[in-house]
């Protein structure tokens, strides 16, 4: 049998064993149209079940040996190499994606895996002088108990994974709720690498569904922390629950990601570069490039080079034409909002140099040139294959163009001094910077996080993991039994 075989998970949610889901939705291919299979939906009573699981299970998984979690990690980790052809076809299928981008999202995925197993043997706290001699004085970091976990569509098993596996590396119980979009790339496939590699029963819930699955999953009082994924609108919501039931949320947020290309960088290279922010993936990564900021002196050459590349790139069904270098747009409702986006920013004077059209899902890599601050295309998360041009005259107003959003992702610099980029990636208001590179780039060792609208001060990565996703304890002891005067 196939490790996706659709008899194992439709019409399921998952906690250890396969069970009936309440409700059964149709998963579509963004790419056709056409059905890819029936998922299994929860709803509010299904989170409030599995996550009591989840609770029960956990104590004994968080005194559990490290070795005995961090082996079930390499094996999850194991399955995932053993089954990428088959996980890359469903991620190609159902998030539109390129085969490339694919097999990169697995690779990263592995990465977690990976870094979490060796998360196990970190340490776990600090030994603080004693106010009294001989006493012991601890702070030792413990696990929250069941971590929430609610991920988008766009890099459905990264996104999912980068919490799943390092929580339950450090002792949690998951409730995992992906994207009703992408239940089997974010969900399913999760499911069964932990359910393979012999992740004891009630550890993991895998419940797929919308918004109120989600806020179920937040306000779930069992549920004692959240990451969350997605837009900023949805993560401001997920905040204000969170903060209302005085539970910790991380929130990765969106991004509207500058890459400053100055006067004296390889105007080539950076229209590489610049093509490959802005298009990868249609434009639909949350680090995508959506601003370049041009100085005017090699403005031209850049939006020449930039068009050029843009008007080269294949556009169509990447599981039936390998070919394409972007698929479609992920749903109606988003191609329409990218259209809208170019449309009143060519109206409100810019120009387009290539692109600009769609036909049904496949939007055209488009570049525009004359872009302004005040217009759309500069203002908003288009989150599509759109390139933005705004033209400054010197580095000060490169800076401030750049920081005039109230997003913080990431941003990059295309310069031919390091001395100059490293100065502009300190004025960066940022979660992270790349000299002489572009804006998408993720490391499963570095600290990802956004600042601003971006997020709220959470950084993924193997060291802050085992911050992030633990609480301090502060525990004295000592064997002399300690009197007060009353
Ligand atoms: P979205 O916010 O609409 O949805 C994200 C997830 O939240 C989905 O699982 C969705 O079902 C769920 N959800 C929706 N409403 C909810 C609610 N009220 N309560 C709880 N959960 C709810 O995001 P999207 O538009 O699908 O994804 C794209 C966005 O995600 C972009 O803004 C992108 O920049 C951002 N993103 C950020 C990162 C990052 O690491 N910073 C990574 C990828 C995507």
Wanted: glycine share 10%; aromatic share 6%.
């Amino acid at each position: 049998m196939k490790f996706l075989d659709a008899s194992i998970w439709e019409g399921k949610i998952f906690n250890g064993t396969w069970i009936t889901a309440p409700v059964s939705a149709t998963i579509v291919e963004p790419a056709t149209g056409e059905p890819l299979g029936q998922a299994g939906f929860g709803d509010v009573a299904a989170v409030d079940a599995l996550a009591a699981v989840d609770a029960a299970a956990q104590p004994q998984w968080g005194d559990a040996a490290p070795e005995v979690r961090a082996g079930v990690i390499r094996q999850a980790a194991r399955t995932l190499a053993d089954h990428t052809a088959e996980i890359a076809e469903w991620i190609v299928r159902e998030t539109g994606s390129v085969q490339g981008k694919a097999d990169f999202e697995i690779g990263l995925a592995l990465a977690e895996l990976h870094q979490a197993a060796a998360l196990v043997t970190q340490p776990i706290g600090h030994v603080l002088p004693a106010a009294v001699p001989d006493r012991l004085n601890l702070a030792i970091r413990v696990p929250f108990g069941v971590v929430g976990v609610i991920a988008p569509w766009n890099f459905p098993l990264i996104l999912g994974m980068r919490s799943v596996a390092p929580a339950l590396a450090v002792g949690n119980a998951v409730v995992l709720k992906p994207d009703p979009q992408t239940p089997v790339s974010g969900g399913v496939v999760i499911a069964r690498l932990f359910q393979e590699a012999g992740l004891p029963a009630g550890l993991l819930s895998v419940i797929p569904g919308g918004a109120d699955v989600g806020e179920a999953v937040v306000t779930n009082p069992r549920v004692r922390m959240v990451t969350f994924t997605g837009s900023s609108a949805v993560g401001r919501r997920v905040g204000e629950l969170a903060g209302r039931h005085l539970k910790r949320a991380a929130l990765e947020l969106g991004g509207n990601n500058a890459m400053i290309v100055l006067d004296d960088c390889d105007i080539d290279a950076a229209s590489s570069a610049g093509a490959w922010g802005s298009f990868l993936h249609q434009g639909q990564i949350c680090m995508t490039t959506g601003r370049h900021i041009v100085m005017r002196s090699v403005a031209e050459r850049y939006a020449a080079a930039l068009a050029e590349r843009a008007q080269r790139l294949p556009v169509g069904d990447p599981f039936r034409n390998k070919q394409v270098a972007l698929g479609p747009i992920i749903n109606a409702r988003q191609i329409e909002k990218i259209h809208r986006i170019v449309t009143e920013t060519v109206g409100a004077g810019a120009k387009v140099r290539a692109g600009g059209t769609y036909e049904k899902q496949f939007y055209q890599p488009t570049v525009l040139t004359e872009v302004t601050p005040e217009m759309p295309a500069f203002r908003e998360e288009i989150f599509g294959p759109v390139a933005p041009i705004t033209i400054v005259e010197d580095e000060n107003e490169a800076v401030r163009v750049a920081n005039a959003t109230e997003y913080g992702l990431v941003a990059a610099v295309r310069t031919g001094s390091l001395t100059r980029g490293m100065a502009i990636a300190r004025r960066l208001k940022t979660g992270m910077v790349h000299v002489n590179d572009q804006t998408v780039n993720n490391l499963s060792y570095a600290p990802f996080g956004g600042t601003g609208a971006s997020g709220n001060g959470f950084r993924f990565g193997s060291l802050s993991n085992g911050e992030e996703f633990t609480e301090l304890r502060w525990i004295t002891a000592g064997d002399q039994q300690l009197s007060y005067p009353f």
